[in-house]
């Protein structure tokens, strides 16, 4: 493979105007003013923004390009989505299963989203989606990183064969343990499953990210049950609490409790922003609840938050395209996340938070790593997210992946035409 030239390109962490030198699917250099290897691959940066790939803390690829099937979510409510979901899944079939997987897989590509973790349903006694995902797994992984969580979608308990379904997928090579302690049929029910389900997590030597709290109910409390299981078995760093939404309704005072707790055990939080404030506060006339967990206090207590996307046209959600940068704009606007340090916080829960949550290795545009990255028609992370900034090229161990030609357009004003693009160069 010749080498791969960037030329004058920003990176996150500020520096401005460098070149990044590619040898041998590595990042060799980066520096201002680096001297062009002959027979090198040049791209000209032109001071955008080169970032490393998006990535998705929390989706189910096994729902995903579905909308429609059997019928749309009438409602829109969490618990239609279930049920709908209940319906489909009898009549899914394997090739149907990897055709759909493939084919978002594709589009993630395409906008620079190489690394997604992915609950799987292990309720269905067939395990259908489970084969199905771990083919696609082993399909995509030259150029995307793909991380199963065994999830009991009908509840580890009040499903009757859960507990059997998903300790067989983890012994299939399913990544991680899955949870949905807010769907039990009761608290105390779903108390025990988080303990069951972290136990179970020591005894394989795998890591944890459960839907926990998935509710507008202020009094859902399994995050805190999560949080004490994790320091009690010395879990710490290895669990994720994904979606969180009845933090969002609590009082006040019980979570000045609560989130210290969550620091204590090193408990990663996972938002959707897009799902939770499309399903959260559906029982709510007005004012309506955002449902959106607690993100800013989150990270100012130095809790991981990373997002996610969690559902593209599936039961829960018709929409999506694969892109990050939608997601961390909506995660911006829910949590009113507007200073200039905190809308690149939202960057960074697309990108190296999520990393940190899917435990990636040599993740980061620095040398001596794996040369993996997206060049962005936008100067920063904020204007990144402002434009939803074309993917100019995405690049996978010095490969080229993909290109999108930038967003311009051509104007025919009386007298004055001009091309113009929407960045502002400063
Ligand atoms: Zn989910």
Known sequence: MPPLFLRNVNLVDGRRGVDVLVHDGHIAAIAAGLAVPQNAEVIDGDGQLLSPPF?????????????????????GTLLEGIALWGELKPQLTQEALVERAMQYCDWAVAKGLLAIRTHVDICD??????????????????????????????????????????????????????????????????????????????????????????????????????????????????????????????????????????????????????INITLQGRHDTYPKRRGMTRVPELLAAGINVGFGHDCVMDPWYSLGSADMLEVAQMGLHVAQMTSQAQMRACFDAVTANSARILGLAGYGIEVGHRADFVLLQACDPVEAIRLRATRLAVVRGGAVLARTAPATARLHLAGRPATIDWTLRR
């Open 55 to 75: 990535v998705d803390a929390h989706f189910h690829m096994d729902a995903t390009l579905s909308y429609g099937l059997p019928r749309a979510n009438q409602s």
């Open 125 to 274: 006694d067939r395990l259908l989606a489970v084969e199905a995902l771990l083919h696609v797994k082993q399909k995509v992984k030259p150029y995307l990183d793909l991380q199963l969580v065994a999830f009991p979608q009908d509840g580890l308990l009040r499903s009757p064969t859960a507990l059997a379904n998903l300790k067989r997928a983890l012994a299939m090579g399913v990544d991680v343990v899955g949870g949905i302690p807010h769907f039990e049929r009761t608290m105390a029910d779903g108390a025990e499953s988080v303990r069951l389900l972290c136990e179970l997590a020591v005894e394989r030597g795998l890591p944890v990210d459960m839907h926990c709290d998935e509710s507008d109910d202020p009094m859902s409390r399994h995050i805190e049950t999560l949080a004490f299981h994790t320091q009690r078995l010395k879990l710490h760093g290895r669990v994720a609490g994904s979606h969180l939404t009845s933090m969002h309704s609590m009082d006040n005072y019980y979570v000045s409790k609560l989130i210290p707790l969550m620091r204590e055990a090193e408990l990663h939080a996972i938002a959707n922003p897009l």
